[in-house]
């Protein structure tokens, strides 16, 4: 019974630290972002903040179009996460371009 009230509560801050959203969780702009991404980066630091942080999305380091497209829209038949279509492809596309110019 301990266990499983233990077990409950560590879920739960789980799962609070999730919903909540969290103020301070704008990423920083990369360095020498392209212009054309600009859009992209910001679509991306206000819809991809509203659940988690968005620097969550830099765990996939995805560099192939299809599955950073995939993983944009999953995210977005979430629940409270619809985004635009132009959002969602500015996004897919900022990503790309974030994942493959590497850890700098
Ligand atoms: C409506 C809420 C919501 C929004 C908006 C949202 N996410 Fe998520 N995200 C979640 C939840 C819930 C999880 C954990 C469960 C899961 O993985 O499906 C998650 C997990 C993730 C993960 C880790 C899981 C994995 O498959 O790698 C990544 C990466 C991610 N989100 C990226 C993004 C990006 C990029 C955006 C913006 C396009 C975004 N999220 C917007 C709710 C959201």
Not at 84 to 92: F, G
């Amino acid at each position: 019974m301990k266990k499983a009230y233990a077990t409950l509560s560590a879920l739960a801050v789980l799962a609070l630290g999730f919903l909540v959203p969290v103020k301070a969780g704008a990423p920083p702009k990369p360095a020498g972002l392209p212009a054309t991404h600009e859009a992209g980066f910001k679509a991306f630091s206000v819809k991809c903040a509203r659940c988690h942080e968005p620097q969550r999305a830099y765990s996939r380091k995805y560099t192939e179009a299809k599955k950073i497209d995939a993983l944009v829209s999953r995210m977005a038949r979430k629940p409270g996460g619809a985004m635009s279509q132009k959002d969602r492809k500015a996004i897919a596309a900022y990503l790309l371009w974030h994942n493959k110019r590497g850890a700098r």
